[in-house]
């Protein structure tokens, strides 16, 4: 029998939710080791995300953090964590795939369960507590060896692309451009970011390129395994 693993989004009374609902451009990624919070904070300018920061540092009752420019980490001085989210998935028999993800007021979570039927129990026993609740995907997820199942970070699949490649790149995903069959063309998506279209398309172009060189050992890897 497969395990399965569902992706929700659900917005309640909560701190952090609140807080991205003021700040909706900001997004944070928050880890829990039962002892302490592990916060990284994002966003498209450097004053929002040190606004952010400090609002977190004040409920965390202090911490420590480093910066690199947009992004900043944080490691707080306690868990607070009491009965909420993480409490109703893991009492329906899911569990959580950290970190999750605040953006907009919604909290995004990556949820594994050996029961098809916990992912439904979770979802009822959230809205049973007020919160509005959306199963965004439910899937049955093979067991995989540790190779097969590598999880790369975001700087690395992105490395050295530039700024405005990382825009062209993100933009053209957002507006279907590359799905089958396409949403949008390079005219629309050039003239949306004010740029000409043989420069987007430039853009465009090199961060394909640079992506898929990032990636070139894993789809080796999976070309070796089929």
Wanted: glycine share 8%; net charge negative; charged share 25%.
């Amino acid at each position: 029998m497969p395990a399965y693993e569902a992706r929700i989004r659900l917005v309640h009374d909560c701190f952090y939710s609140r807080l991205t609902q003021r700040f909706p451009e900001a997004a944070i990624a928050m880890w829990c080791n039962l002892n302490t919070h592990v916060f990284e904070v994002s966003s498209p300018d450097s004053d929002l995300t040190s606004q952010v920061e400090g609002e977190l540092l004040r409920e965390e009752v202090g911490g420590s953090s480093i910066r690199e420019g947009k992004v900043v980490r944080i490691v707080a001085q306690k868990c607070d964590c009491g009965p909420g989210a993480s409490s109703a998935i893991s009492k329906a028999g899911g569990w959580i795939e950290e970190p999750v993800i605040y953006k907009g007021g919604w909290e995004h979570y990556r949820v594994i369960a050996h029961e098809k039927t916990s992912i439904a129990d979770a979802v009822n026993s959230l809205e049973a507590k007020g919160a509005k609740v959306e199963l965004l995907s439910l899937k049955p997820l093979r067991l995989k060896g540790v190779a097969e199942d590598l999880v790369l970070a975001s700087s690395s699949v992105l490395a050295g692309m530039t700024d405005r490649q990382v825009k062209a790149l993100a933009e053209a995903c957002n507006q279907g451009y590359f799905e089958e069959p396409s949403k949008t063309d390079l005219d629309y998506l050039s003239k949306k970011a004010g740029l000409s279209r043989s420069t987007y398309a430039e853009h465009l172009r090199k961060a394909e390129g640079k992506l898929l060189m990032n990636l070139s050992a894993i789809i080796q890897l999976a070309a070796d395994q089929s």
